[in-house]
């Protein structure tokens, strides 16, 4: 994996919020973990949440912190309601609360699954 495709072009920089302490230990798959780590290596800052462990509680935290530090959230949303608390659509509710323009992502074929 070639970290120099994570450069923001327009130089900006790229800043992770972590729900957790483990939440590396979390992702299941090696090629998530590989992908993860490298964005953390060349992120600016990284913030972790105040959770030892993945939980909808730590994944709330982690968005609201996502959102109180942007100035446009760009959401890979279906539209569809939070499987759980803090998920996409709770995201993008805070965001629209504070006035954050809100931009929804979604490929069209693409479904949940």
């Known amino acids: 994996m070639n970290a120099s495709n994570y450069r923001l072009g327009a130089g900006g920089t790229l800043e992770v919020v972590l729900p957790c302490q483990?939440?590396?230990?979390?992702?299941?798959?090696?090629?998530?973990?590989?992908?993860?780590?490298c964005f953390r290596r060349h992120a600016t800052t990284v913030i972790t949440m105040p959770y030892r462990n993945p939980s909808d509680q730590a994944y709330l935290a982690?968005?609201?912190?996502m959102v109180d530090r942007c100035d446009h959230l760009f959401a890979v949303w279906d539209g569809r309601p939070a499987?759980?608390?803090?998920?996409t659509?709770?995201?993008?509710?805070?965001?629209?609360?504070?006035?954050?323009?809100?931009?929804?992502?979604?490929?069209?074929g693409v479904v949940r699954v």
């Open 22 to 37: 483990d939440y590396a230990g979390s992702l299941i798959a090696e090629e998530s973990r590989a992908r993860f780590e």
């Open 62 to 65: 982690a968005g609201q912190a």
């Open 83 to 87: 499987r759980g608390i803090g998920g």
């Open 89 to 108: 659509a709770d995201i993008v509710t805070y965001a629209r609360a504070r006035g954050r323009p809100v931009t929804v992502l979604w490929v069209d």
